[in-house]
Structures are given as C-alpha cells and as structure tokens.
C-alpha cells in the first residue's frame, strides 16, 4: 500500500501500517527512535506524528560522531567517527510501545543505518543481530532475560559542596515486607507500565541494599531481550521522575552498599519456523548429574575462556568494577557451579522437565545489552564449536580457597578494573574479530577515555555520574 505524504510516496508495510494507526488513535505526537551508545548510554530522536511515515522508511540523520561519545558527552578522536560523516536512526516499527510515563509519547527501538539503508559496521543492534544469525546458521537460537537491579531514592545535594548523592528510598532488610509497603506505590506504577509495553513480570522483591529494588521480566528471543532492557532502563527512571523521586540501574550508585546488577539468563534452543526457538531445550539432559547437556557445557565453556574480555562489555564501566568484588554475590572469580551465587556462571536447578538455563553474573546494566548479548552468543558458540571443557564446576565459594587451590581449578581473578578488561579484549582475537575494526576501535577508545577521565577524580564524582546516566 503506498500513501502520499508531503512531498514523499512511501511504500508502508502492514507493520508500519499499524504503528502510524496507532499514533493516530492513542493520540502520540512525539516518538522516540532509541538506541543505546558504546559508552551503554540510551540516547535518539524524536518525529513527530506528521512525519512519521516518512520516517520509519528514512529514519532520522545522524552524525557517525555519536558513538565516539563517551558517557561524559566528551568526544573521541576515532578514525571514522568525526564531524564528517551521516548515517541514519532507522527504527523498528515491531518494537513501538506507547509510554505509559510520558503521555503523548511513544518509542521504538531503533538500529544505525548508513544513508543508502545498508547495516552501518558500528552499530550494536546490528552486533546482535549478526550474531543471532550466525547462532542460527549452526541450528540454534538463544533465549534470555536480563535480570536487572536499581536503586531508588532521591537525589540530593551535597551537604559539603560535593556532587550531587543518591540517598535511598527506605533503609529496609532484605527481602523485608518493610521494602514492600515503602515502595509499593512506585512498584505499582512501574509493573504497569511494563505490562503496557509487553513486557510480563516475572517477579518483585525489595534487594539486599537500602532502596535496592529487583523486578524481573520473562525471558524473550535475543534481540527482543536486549530491546526489553533498553524499554526496562527507560521505564525504571521515567517512572521514578515523575513521582519525584530517582531511580539507579549504576552497578555501585552508592560505595558502600550493595551493588545492581542485571544477570543475564541464557538458555539455548533449535531453531524453529522463522528462526524462532523450537520446542527444544537443548541446555537439558535430565540425566545429568546437573541436568546439563554437553552443549550445555561446552558453552559454559566458552564463556570462561572468553570471560576475561567479556567483562569489559557485559560490565563495561568504571563503575562496574566496584562491583565485581568477591563475597558479594556479583562473581569474582572464572569459574561456574549448580546454584552458585559466587560463580560467574551459574548453572540453575531445572524447575520442571527440561528447564534449566545459564546465569551469567558478571553483568550489570551499565552496559550496551545489544553488545553485552552479542558477545556473550559469539564466546558460547565458540566453546561449542571448539568443545570446550569447562573443568570441574565450583561447589564453594571460591573466596574461601587458598590461591593455589583456586588455580588448581582454573578460577583466576575476573578484571578487577575496566582498564584490565579492556587490555583482555584487545587480546581477544574471536571478540574483537566479532566486533569488526570500526566498533572494536571506538568501543576501546570510549571506554579508556573513561577509565582515564575517572581516574583524576575522586568516588563521589564518580558515582554521581554513574547514577545520573544509568
């Protein structure tokens, strides 16, 4: 079907159809075409519903020099990425949403795209993409779920000059109905609002930190996982700004106190009609002394050969290195296990026949989930390809052993700071050959700009710009 708009004659697909329907009837004036930056910052444009048409086919111009950014809004010097240069923010009109926090206003997730329509080599929703693809050719497809943390609370100035702080909503234990009651109001507002976008609630529960809230959303196909996190981040705050109050997905908003995270949940499936997962877990083996398969375990294998590296895109901020500390339930150390919370790969007890799935703890949602996903697919499959043997799983907490029992296991030290993880990935052939020259080279030049820009400044800097971004 073809409608003329202005001086356009675009060709609107059924999808399109419905979206431009929709804004018309719910009354939506702004859109927002979303997309998350190498610094993990969610960033876009906005059409109006005039030219929408338009612009789902066109998208909206964009300078290439976005994602030099770093989380700072300072600009890198990266080879491609300067004042010269346009690409496209080219939504996806599957994933429009209307906001239930902001009336007249609706999203969708959107992939970078280079002026002719063509994948643009520096985007992360196309990394993703990529990758799901290249599980597929092999006869798999992923499901996951982020399992994100936030801390809520109020921002404050500080009473010495200092930067602005993040003081908790309440100072209840974890887990305590105390939590519950102090926080139901926004909680409510917050599940309803998830719910309208489509993203079922699995379940809440007030966390171990003051303010520290947990509400987890059901898994979904790979690239609708991550774009589940962007609408997820986008929803927590967008919630909490509009109660006065302020909501935090940093990893460590406040040093001292328990940090977020966003475990992220993975289990592997054959691939059925239209590349969606079949009706196999191919994770379970129920006769498994841990209901795990082989290839179960061979990616299990590939995420601790690659684990180094992938800190630095699954945790890739300063800020999330406060975090990985052992003893804290975040995983500190290369190594997995049943039901072990200090492992950085869990291996969870099936809830019913053939239900077991990975949890990856060394994630937190300062991170890009489309390269943080992405990456976490390309090191899996390459333990499968490779039939890595992840050795003998962990059955205690690996702080507890002496140094040499734990190299005899093979549970190194995890980076213990984003400069080390990114020293990791540069050394990483298969996740740097993955990432490609261009998003390899600015990815490392963000986030070392980063690293160095925290470094000439003190914890509490550090964290009010952690907890005002994230």
């Not at 190498?38 to 444009?45: D, L, P, S």
């Not at 996951?144 to 309440?170: K, N």
């Not at 289990?267 to 083996?285: I, K, M, Q, T």
């Not at 590296?309 to 049943?338: D, E, K, M």
């Amino acid at each position: 079907m073809r409608e003329r708009h202005g001086e356009h004659d675009l060709a609107i697909d059924p999808v399109a159809r419905r979206v431009l329907e929709r804004a018309e009837v719910e009354g939506i004036e702004l859109i927002r075409f979303l997309y998350a930056d190498h610094g993990g910052v969610i960033r876009g444009k906005a059409s109006s519903r005039s030219r929408l048409a338009e612009r789902i086919g066109t998208g909206i111009g964009h300078t290439v020099a976005m994602m030099a950014m770093s989380m700072l809004d300072t600009l890198q010097d990266v080879e491609g990425l300067g004042p010269v240069g346009e690409v496209r923010i080219v939504p996806d009109p599957s994933t429009f949403v209307p906001l239930p926090y902001a009336p007249g206003a609706a999203a969708m997730l959107a992939d970078l795209r280079l002026p002719d329509g063509s994948p643009w080599e520096a985007c992360p929703r196309t990394f993703l993409k990529d990758a799901v693809a290249e599980l597929a050719r092999e006869g798999y497809a992923l499901v996951a779920a982020f399992e994100p943390e936030f801390t809520l609370g109020r921002r404050l100035p500080d009473s010495a000059g200092g930067p602005d702080r993040l003081v908790p909503l309440d100072d209840s234990l974890c887990y305590s109905t105390t939590g519950f009651d102090l926080a139901h109001d926004y909680v409510i507002k917050l599940m309803r609002a998830l719910e309208a976008q489509g993203m079922r609630v699995e379940h809440y529960y007030p966390e171990l930190g003051p303010g520290q809230q947990e509400l987890s959303i059901r898994h979904a196909a790979a690239l609708r996982a991550a774009d589940n996190q962007v609408l997820y981040r986008e929803t927590v705050r967008g919630i909490a700004f509009r109660m006065t109050l302020w909501a935090s997905l940093a990893p460590k908003p406040i040093p001292g106190q328990a940090g977020n995270g966003a475990h992220l949940h993975l289990s592997l499936w054959d691939v059925g009609e239209s590349g969606r997962a079949g009706p196999h877990n191919l994770f379970s083996a129920p006769g498994d002394r841990h209901g795990l398969s082989a290839t179960g375990y061979h990616f299990i294998g590939g995420l601790l050969e690659h684990l180094p590296a992938l800190t630095a895109l699954t945790s890739g901020t300063v800020n999330g290195f406060r975090r990985l500390a052992p003893q804290t339930w975040a995983s500190a150390y290369r190594c997995y296990g049943l039901d072990n919370r200090e492992a950085a790969v869990r291996i969870c007890s099936p809830v019913g026949a053939g239900s077991v799935n990975l949890e990856f703890k060394p994630s937190d949602s300062s991170a890009n989930p489309y390269l943080s996903l992405g990456a976490v697919i390309h090191a899996g499959l390459d333990g499968v390809r490779r039939g890595l043997d992840p050795g003998e799983p962990m059955t205690v907490d690996p702080a507890t052993l002496t140094e040499a029992e734990r190299a005899k296991l093979g549970a190194t030290r995890l980076p213990t700071s984003l400069d080390e993880a990114l020293d990791a990935l540069e050394a990483d052939d298969l996740l740097m050959s993955a990432l490609g020259p261009l998003r390899s080279r600015a990815y490392l030049t963000v986030k070392r700009a980063e690293a160095k820009a925290f470094a000439a400044h003190d914890t509490a800097y550090e964290t009010f710009h952690h907890f005002t971004k994230f």
